[in-house]
């Protein structure tokens, strides 16, 4: 559900003046205590990234720093994860806060002093390995959360699950990882049993400072999709005595990116249809037997994700058949996320606390139709996640390393603002506010 405009202006009405920020409380010096901390924790890990399912160094880390905080730890959680619980000295419902641990193979071209010289294996290569995502700073943030809501346990009405959890970025395949693991694993489902969870994720095109939500359907679904298109292999001068994929399969390329625009509900939310690779023939002049083709297809709404399966899945089809050819269609064989859902009543709950914590530096997102895996998470039980925003003040958006890119950077300003977000969350929803 998106908000409209009239009731978001409502809740901040409710929520007191846009700015200044939240007025200093008992929480301010505490979060401003952390920050060198946070900061400090951030460049280590970032200095010391592993691919996904390989967070053994980094789970290590995690673990010492959370038991010298006196949390309760558990490691080898969905193979590299690490879930530890802070109960309040006082009464209270239970609260999860996550954050993803894995880097992604990439090769550094920050010039930081922190910079990583990690190199790794992927998909049987060795590559570069770099936290290009942010998630060195998530790490550190829910790090710095715990840090501050441990110094108040006794007066903490409830208990937190932190989850750190690994292979986000998807696990090395033939392998299973991620949230999706660890719902299996009994995250969610086991004592202490959290009601609700927050997340949120570094992105370089927000402005440091700033803090995106939305109510509803925040990041896309995601489904790989491969075709086989097969025809019958014949001379390239003599194409009616076969069947030609590479044309058939040319025309399924073009009849595909008519489903969002032509068959989808446009005004409902958008849809993705995206080939990114077709592979058929070897030589000029001879009509191969079969194309093959990988693509991705995005979603912002469940009932939407399978109307889109099913379109895709005709549309291939029937044009192929429409040629004497045939189309084998295979959608989510390595990825299945779901779409990432902040639910509507606790984003709504959640408003008046963000808008107080960030005033005029909180904003409606534009739904991203990139995947989360805390989709996983938010599909079990409500969820809220939030977008906070790492470009330098001024910074030309298009000339920024954006996430995943070698040159992926942020304002380290960032981090306190995302424990301030997930320590504001935690502090309100477990107060009852
Ligand atoms: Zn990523
Ligand atoms: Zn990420």
């Not at 530890?84 to 002093?113: C, K, Y």
């Not at 050819?325 to 606790?346: C, F, G, K």
């Not at 904003?363 to 938010?378: H, N």
Request: charged share 20%.
């Amino acid at each position: 559900m998106r908000l409209p405009r009239a009731s978001l202006f409502l809740l901040l009405a409710a929520a007191g003046p846009l700015a200044p920020a939240h007025a200093a409380d008992e929480l301010t010096p505490l979060i401003d205590g952390v920050a060198p901390a946070v900061i400090a924790d951030r460049r280590y890990l970032h200095q010391h990234p592993e691919l996904s399912n390989r967070e053994f160094a980094t789970a290590k880390y995690l673990a010492g720093k959370l038991r010298a905080l006196k949390l309760e730890v558990q490691t080898g959680v969905a193979h590299t994860g690490v879930v530890a619980v802070l109960r309040g000295g006082r009464p209270g419902p239970v609260i999860a806060l996550r954050a993803d641990m894995d880097a992604l193979p990439v090769t550094e071209e920050v010039d930081v002093p922190f910079r990583s010289t990690v190199r790794g294996n992927y998909d049987g290569r060795e590559v570069g390995v770099m936290h290009a995502c942010g998630h060195d700073g998530h790490m550190a943030i829910l790090l710095g959360v715990a840090a501050v809501l441990a110094a108040k346990r006794e007066e903490l009405p409830g208990t937190v699950k932190f989850i750190f959890q690994p292979a986000e970025e998807s696990a090395p395949l033939g392998e299973e990882g991620g949230a999706q693991l660890m719902v299996k694993e009994g995250v969610l489902a086991r004592d202490p049993k959290p009601e609700a969870i927050f997340g949120l994720h570094l992105f370089s095109q927000y402005e440091v400072g700033t803090v995106g939500y939305r109510a509803g359907g925040v990041m896309a679904s995601a489904d790989d999709l491969r075709i086989v298109v097969k025809g019958r292999q014949t001379h390239g001068a003599a194409p009616w005595q076969g069947i030609d994929p590479i044309v058939v399969a040319s025309q399924i390329v073009l009849g595909l990116q008519t489903i969002p625009s032509r068959q989808m509900d446009v005004t409902r939310a958008p849809t993705i249809v995206t080939i990114g690779k077709i592979e058929g023939g070897v030589r000029d002049n001879i009509i191969p037997d079969q194309v093959q083709m990988k693509g991705t297809l995005r979603a912002l709404d469940e009932d939407m994700r399978r109307q889109l399966h099913e379109r895709v899945t005709r549309t291939a089809q029937d044009i192929a058949q429409a040629s004497g050819a045939s189309a084998e269609v295979h959608i989510s064989e390595r990825h299945a996320y779901p779409v990432t859902v902040n639910d509507a009543q606790l984003t709504q709950k959640m408003l008046p606390t963000l808008c107080r914590a960030f005033g005029e530096r909180l904003f409606e997102a534009r739904p991203m139709l990139g995947a989360e895996d805390f989709s996983f998470f938010a599909r079990e039980i409500p969820g809220l996640f939030l977008f906070v925003g790492v470009r330098p003040k001024g910074a030309d958006p298009d000339s920024v390393g954006a996430n995943h890119s070698p040159r992926f950077s942020m304002d380290e300003a960032a981090l306190q603002t995302g424990v301030e977000a997930l320590t504001r969350l935690s502090w309100d929803y477990l107060h009852g506010r």
